[in-house]
């Protein structure tokens, strides 16, 4: 099977979601914030973390903590813009398009080990590995930098709110 060092999750999924949701709160431009989420997703990733995937067949034991991921940053970043703005369709759309392009760096490393033939998925690997800092914190470390780097987003969510 596919036994590679992989830190495809790199920083956790929920941090790279609520990290790039909150690029919102600057601007509802889809080519900005498609711009500066992918940049986030890097700069982040750049920076030394704690990861709890290393290699693809890791996803198959950990899945239910993997699905948890996947869904608390969404969650998180829905709740908290319903709270500011209510279902209001036109102030939440520009927050889950942003994060959900932070992740897609990572989604698309997951895409590579499924379609390894495809040449601009391994493009994307290749650059995603070579910007991933390969100094990993301990948990304990890396888990309370990405708490602090999450409530630090959020906050940035409800102080600069959109008119």
């Not at 890097?42 to 198959?60: G, N, R, S, T």
């Not at 959900?100 to 080990?113: K, R």
């Not at 379609?115 to 309370?144: A, D, I, T, W």
Request: proline content about 4%; overall charge negative; some cysteine.
């Amino acid at each position: 099977m596919f036994l590679v060092n992989l830190n495809l999750a790199g920083m956790i999924l929920s941090t790279h979601f609520i990290t790039g949701a909150a690029l919102a709160s600057f601007s509802d431009s889809v080519v900005i914030l498609f711009c500066s989420a992918l940049i986030l997703h890097f700069v982040l990733d750049a920076i030394p973390h704690w990861e709890y995937l290393d290699e693809f067949d890791e996803i198959k034991q950990k899945w239910p903590l993997v699905a948890i991921d996947i869904l608390l940053g969404p969650s998180l970043i829905l709740f908290s813009i319903v709270g500011l703005y209510g279902f209001d369709w036109l102030k939440i759309w520009p927050f889950l398009f942003s994060g959900a392009v932070s992740v897609l760096p990572d989604g698309l490393s997951f895409l590579h080990f499924m379609l390894p033939q495809n040449r601009l998925l391994e493009k994307v690997f290749v650059f995603h590995e070579f910007v991933h800092n390969k100094k990993n914190l301990s948990f304990k470390q890396g888990f309370l930098f990405q708490i602090v780097i999450n409530l630090v987003f959020l906050l940035a969510i409800f102080l600069l709110p959109k008119g």
